[in-house]
């Protein structure tokens, strides 16, 4: 979801922060436009640890009071998503680590699932999850080593869709995204709408079937 703040600068706000708050509104129109689509299972790049890390304090702070505040109103909104959590939590201020894990026990058992990257590091999520084997005794292969990993019960991501012109991955779940077709969007994320995701989706089929045309 990458885009906020040049998206907030296009429009004419003064800070980027409005920005953040947008592109966050902005996450449940997309949880509906799939939902009618009958998509269920989505990722979110929510924030990277080395955005924590590196981003000014102002920033991150506002970012953390968005989620604390945002991901529990949510909840009342719509009883579709099951949230999931990938990434050091340990890495948020308590008040709001402790908002997503209420949110993500009160969503469980919902039929969609919806994980959001916080906090997240795409080497780090491998690195502990081969610990976890580890730890358990068991050897540590590929289907061992996946079951560890965060997020929903689906681990393969088909599609990736990167906002806002960036043409990188940017650590965004690469042993999940291993077989992925990306799709660059140049909307910024607040802008991005139904049609780009249409777009999207029609790009992933048109490439899915030019590279396997007789499965059925
Ligand atoms: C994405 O928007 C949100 C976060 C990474 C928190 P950006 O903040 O990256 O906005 P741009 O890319 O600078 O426009
Ligand atoms: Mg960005």
Not at 81 to 100: K, M, N, V, Y
Request: proline residues 4%; charged residues 30%; aromatic residues 8%.
């Amino acid at each position: 979801m990458d885009g906020n703040r040049r998206w907030a600068k296009t429009v004419g706000m003064a800070r980027a922060g409005a920005g953040h708050r947008a592109g966050a509104d902005h996450l449940a129109d997309l949880l509906r436009w799939l939902e009618f689509r009958g998509i269920r299972h989505a990722s979110v790049y929510v924030l990277s640890a080395d955005n924590i890390r590196k981003r000014d304090r102002d920033e991150v702070d506002h970012l953390f009071r968005l989620i604390e505040e945002l991901v529990p109103a949510w909840l009342e909104e719509s009883d579709e998503w099951q949230l999931h959590i990938a990434g050091d939590t340990t890495l948020l201020p308590e008040s709001c680590a402790t908002a997503l894990e209420n949110a993500v026990s009160a969503t469980a058992g919902r039929r969609s699932h919806l994980t959001r990257a916080i906090g997240y590091d795409a080497k780090q999520e491998v690195v502990d999850a081969v610990r976890a084997v580890l730890v358990a005794g068991e050897h540590p292969d590929e289907a061992a080593i996946t079951s560890r990993l965060p997020g929903g019960p689906i681990k393969d991501i088909d599609l990736v869709i990167r906002t806002s012109g960036e043409q990188r991955i940017s650590g965004f779940f690469p042993w999940q995204s291993q077989h992925a077709e990306i799709v660059f969007s140049n909307k910024f994320w607040p802008a991005f709408d139904e049609h780009d995701l249409d777009l999207a989706l029609r790009e992933f089929a048109r490439r899915r079937v030019a590279t396997h045309p007789f499965r059925s």
